[in-house]
T-cell receptor, first 116, second 116 residues
């Protein structure tokens, strides 16, 4: 079945450690996104990528890094520079472009990161 | 300024009754799309309904309908005949088509609780 796979689902990290969250999609979508969600709040955009080897900062990119070496993959690294990394992270993809494309996002099931 | 505002942090509704979840938005882009997503406690984001700014009719998808009032910049979600499984967080989101990034901006969400 086509979809977006995020791993791990739960992750614990000690302060000062970098951690990488995986996001893989087999929908053949051009665009991929990372959002952060804090308890009881909406989603905030961290990074997005419209094509391979290109990505742009979102609203809260500080302390995060990404890469887009393959169309299917868009991993997110939470670095030690991120002061409050405990959150729920959601990866999404869309077909990208314009025309009749509504821009609907398809989401993974999320990764919950807790810093100890 | 907030682009998407959801003023109801929490709502209760009796099973089998209808409920309206409010959403107002702010944009100067004449071409935009409005989305509603459902997020159950498991965390995944489920797409519910879409309304384009040029659509002449209000969108409907099964028990979901969108009360789109363009002049008031509101896009309220109406759920008819509520079911216990409708208990979840609901997010309104907007895509501005003049924005090349194709990303969605989300509101803070409304938690809906359906009472038996």
């Amino acid at each position: 079945d086509g979809g977006i796979t995020q791993s791990p689902k739960y992750l614990f990290r000690k302060e000062g450690q970098n951690v990488t969250l995986s996001c893989e999609q087999n929908l053949n979508h051009d665009a991929m996104y990372w959002y952060r969600q804090d308890p009881g709040q909406g989603l905030r955009l961290i990074y997005y990528s419209q094509i391979v080897n290109d990505f742009q900062k979102g609203d809260i990119a500080e302390g995060y890094s990404v890469s887009r070496e393959k169309k299917e993959s868009f991993p997110l690294t939470v670095t030690s520079a991120q002061k409050n990394p405990t959150a729920f992270y959601l990866c999404a993809s869309s077909r990208g472009g314009g025309g009749v494309n509504t821009g609907e996002l398809f989401f993974g099931e999320g990764s919950r990161l807790t810093v100890l | 300024a907030q682009k998407i505002t959801q003023t109801q942090p929490g709502m209760f509704v009796q099973e089998k009754e209808a409920v309206t979840l409010d959403c107002t938005y702010d944009t100067s882009d004449p071409s935009y799309g409005l989305f509603w997503y459902k997020q159950p406690s498991s965390g995944e984001m489920i797409f519910l309904i879409y309304q384009g700014s040029y659509d002449q009719q209000n969108a409907t998808e099964g028990r979901y309908s969108l009360n789109f009032q363009k002049a008031r910049k509101s896009a309220n979600l109406v759920i008819s005949a509520s079911q216990l499984g409708d208990s979840a967080m609901y997010f309104c989101a907007m895509r501005e088509f003049g924005n090349a990034g194709n990303m969605l901006t989300f509101g803070g969400g409304t938690r809906l609780m359906v009472k038996p």
